[in-house]
């Protein structure tokens, strides 16, 4: 991930649409027909109405309609996603794992803060959700969370000796060529709205006065990494305080000139003014970012307390990507799954 500012400078405008997964067994006790059934787990019934949902919601503000395989592949990989979900929940039931509701009501208000009453129920619909799902949403997102950090995540421990022997055999990637930049954002989607000139306009309007609000806060002194948490709309970074992937100057270089240059301006601990995002594919306005400078580093070795934090944070997420791979493996093992989709699309090869 050392290149994440370039990547994310034409894939952060990508807002990941809200998988919507009803709560318990919704719609187990009503009578549907076999083709309404798109999968079962351990008897639950996931039915065609959640996966076309999230589908929709996907493809809402794509540029061209995908082709049929391309459907098929994004209907496959929404009911995997919904099929995990729905082990994790269900695992988490057996263990009483459940999310607390004012820790549930507490990321609702997050969701809330930065609109009226009004913008925030309109992006709701723009997702083809009810408050209510969404709220159904954060609880289960919550639940998860709570389950593998029980499971493993908790359990995990960095030794200083881990540290060092990843030292020893890395020494030469720590030797820096160029200057590496770390940085955080903000970054607030303007989705198109509409297909008309008016309604872009309004969705540019709505990001570009959010913006401006997060901004004006800043100036008052809030901390960069707590609105960062609360506002920006890139999902990756917003937990982390908006911080970025370490950045080669080679890499920033290679931005559009405004992002560029403003970082060039900055001092550690500085952040931009209001920058435009430009999708490069398309060329249209995707939003706007504020860009703080954490820290630069020089070219040269670096040693091994600069990067302690770091690597331990590093190894963390191996084994925690690790752990949870063998986790899911191991509930699919114990659990009864009929992916009746996937069944199909294997017996309608060669009909088409």
């Not at 997964?21 to 059934?37: F, M, Y």
């Not at 408050?131 to 289960?140: A, G, I, M, N, W």
């Not at 063998?326 to 009929?338: S, V």
Request: proline residues 4%; negative net charge; hydrophobic residues 35%.
């Amino acid at each position: 991930m050392i290149h994440g500012l370039a990547r994310r400078h034409y894939q952060v405008f990508l807002i990941a649409a809200i998988t919507v997964l009803l709560a318990g067994c919704t719609g187990c006790n009503r009578q549907e027909s076999d083709k309404d059934v798109m999968a079962k787990v351990n008897g639950y019934k996931i039915l065609r109405s959640e996966v076309d949902k999230t589908y929709n919601s996907q493809i809402a503000n794509s540029p061209q309609k995908p082709t049929p395989l391309e459907e098929e592949g994004a209907r496959l990989n929404i009911l995997r996603l919904i099929i995990d979900v729905q082990l994790h929940l269900q695992k988490a039931e057996k263990l009483g794992i459940v999310a607390p509701e004012d820790e549930v009501d507490g990321k609702l208000n997050q969701a809330k803060a930065p609109y009226t009453k009004e913008e925030f129920d309109k992006k709701l619909k723009s997702l083809g959700l009810t408050e209510d799902e969404y709220k159904q949403e954060l609880r289960h997102n919550i639940t998860i969370e709570k389950l593998l950090n029980k499971e493993f995540a908790s359990k995990i421990t960095i030794s200083d000796a881990d540290i060092q022997n990843y030292y020893d055999q890395h020494k030469a990637e720590f030797n820096l060529i160029e200057p590496q930049y770390y940085l955080a954002h903000i970054f607030v989607h303007a989705p198109p709205s509409g297909p008309s000139q008016a309604s872009r306009s309004e969705s540019d309007a709505q990001a570009r006065k959010k913006t401006q609000m997060i901004y004006n806060r800043l100036e008052s002194g809030e901390d960069f990494a707590n609105l960062a948490t609360k506002y920006s709309d890139d999902v990756d970074t917003a937990r982390n305080g908006g911080e970025l992937s370490p950045a080669p100057e080679s890499t920033l270089k290679s931005l559009d000139p405004p992002t560029w240059e403003a970082i060039q301006k900055l001092k550690a601990g500085q952040y931009s003014n209001i920058l435009p995002v430009v999708n490069p594919q398309s060329h249209q306005q995707a939003g706007y970012r504020i860009i703080k400078l954490i820290h630069k580093e020089n070219q040269g070795q670096r040693e091994l307390s600069d990067v302690q934090q770091w690597i331990r944070n590093q190894l963390r997420g191996q084994r925690e990507q690790l752990l949870r791979a063998a986790y899911d493996e191991a509930l699919h093992d114990n659990a009864e799954i009929h992916n009746y989709y996937a069944e199909q699309i294997v017996k309608n090869v060669g009909q088409k």
